[in-house]
């Protein structure tokens, strides 16, 4: 558990790799990108990047704006070229290859469905530039019109349909080709609360009945996180951490990634000691302030004394009373409760430490009371395990 | 207390009426009424005399008779070969130009619109540059230019490439030179207004699902941008029908326009009625097709 911040995780000679084909030595990756990169006059929208991707993957590539993600997508499509490396789609190189000879079909994040022609004409267009014939074109569009549940709307106008429509409109027309890779470019960002959840579990299903390769592109960590099987954060055109939802939002490689995949508490604190569990394993205690607060953490590697290190820990790892808790690798601070927010399935609190700094709780209601268990300036104790703390390199 | 939120002093509604029907005011009196009475003088017989046509009415002759109306001049215009040459070649003309300002003034725009935000402003400005200029003044330059010993013809010799001068002013392509230089920013500034709000995503969308790169312009930049061409092409062909000055300076003898055979009318032959007659013909062929496209148009719309 402790161990879990690398990605060689120990694997038995007869693991499945079926469903986490990236931790399998032998599997060949489906999309190569190799060194790929993209100067625009002298800004470097992607710097020089390398990644695989696995046949069925339901990548994610999360990043703020201008962070060059679009850039990698539009390079993915073909609609902007690299300046330098390579991109491999089942063994072909398909750098040099025009958007309209791609394997590769993209939907895009206004949907950009064709306003004069009708769903049907849409979902077709693809097929008609391949020459398909028309009874093959027929079937196949009415296929994909029930795929998305659109066959009363076949003859409307995208003028005449809702936002979750266009959606399914756009994403029928971009999977009417049976593309190796599809790419999705903010899926969910235009829809409302509601619809966005369903068509999440919408799109995870049409995955895995396709089997298509998905590469998302997002800004939103909530929607990287539900959908992918992987998440590649990106700053500045660069990979900041690979891995699944769940190594990134529990063992982020640095602050940027803490912060960005999902809230977390960041502490600086002061190295007092540092002690060997195991081979792996450094149980070290910090001090937070001149108050002398005492940080445990587990931690992978082993720092000294003396030295200044990042500690977060993610609200929900918290536990919040008002009776002191006791246990010996508990974290313990006290504060008060300044600000929160009730969820009805969970609250939000924003204690106002000793110290003065601000610690995000996120607290189950587990209990049905008529009143909320904890008032504004309410005086509580936080605590939370050793296990529970990340230590981040600066 | 409520109610006289929903309620609008009689000023304001007064004020709002004012406002709505301003462009109504304008077109009444500066287009329906003008037109009123060159309609009503059509029916008219010419006379010498101030103003040179017969009275509409005159009571003097008995109530089975007052009305002087003739259907005469429109009854020449039909049997005179002459008007509908004319006609014809006014068509003929502004359609042809229609088509080369269209043409030629597509790739402009579509180049306008994809330009960087500064360039873009600055293009604009060049486009709409020679109105700067007075308009005579700019086709008479046309006259410098395409002369016998104008510049054109002046450099050829010069650089031998031709033994004569060429004839070249007077002619119908000095016509169409001078209307496709005269029209083409009414149809290059609709154009680029409809091209440079188009959804780039759109043309992305095309090529992605295998367009190629005209297959992209056919079926989605070309079909989404009619409404510019249509504006465009109304705004070029209705006044080159009417066309006076340039086929008068740079055209020929046989650039026979039914804009310099009203002018004839008027001023050299001082037939005002048959003028008006002309004029009124000239109006419907415009008017008729334009509202026709535009109901059919309302209807797509639908």
Redo the contacts between chains.
Sequence with gaps: MTAATDNKAPTPSETDFSETPWLDPQAVPFIQIKSLGKQFGDFTAVDSISLDIYQGELFTILGGSGCGKSTLLRML???EAPSVGQIIIDGVDISDL????RP???M???Y?V???MTVAQNIA??LK??RLPSAEIDSRVSEMLELVQLQDLASRKPKQLSGGQCQRVALA??LI?RPKVLLLDEPLAALDKKLREQTQFELMNLQYKLGTTFIVVTHDQEEAMTLSSRVAVMDEGGFVQIGTPLEVYEFPVNRFVADFFGTINLFDATVTSSTQIDSTTYTIEAALDKIGTLIKADCSHQLKEGDITSIGVRPEKLSISQKKPRGKNLTITSGVVEDLAYYGNRSIYRVRSHSGRIIQVSAQNFQRTKELVLEWDDQVYLSWDSSCSVVLPE | MTEAKYSTPLGDKLWRWLVISLPYWWLAIFFLAPFAIVFKISFADPVIAQPPFSNFFDFSLGADSWLLATLDNYRFITEDNLYWISYFKSLKIAAISTVLCLLLGYPMAYGIAKCQPKTRNILLMLVILPFWTSFLLRVYAWIVMLGKTGAINSLLLKMGLIASPLEMLYTDGAVYLGIVYTYIPFMVLPLYSVLEKMDTNLQDAAADLGARRWQVFFNITLPLSMPGVIAGSMLVFIPAVGEFVIPALLGGIDSLMIGRTLYDEFFINRDWPLASAVATVLLLIIVVPVMLLQSSQREEAK
């Design positions: 499509a073909g609609f025009p958007a309209y000879d590769v079909n993209m895009f994040q206004s950009a064709f306003p004069h267009y693809g530039k391949d027309r971009a080709k």
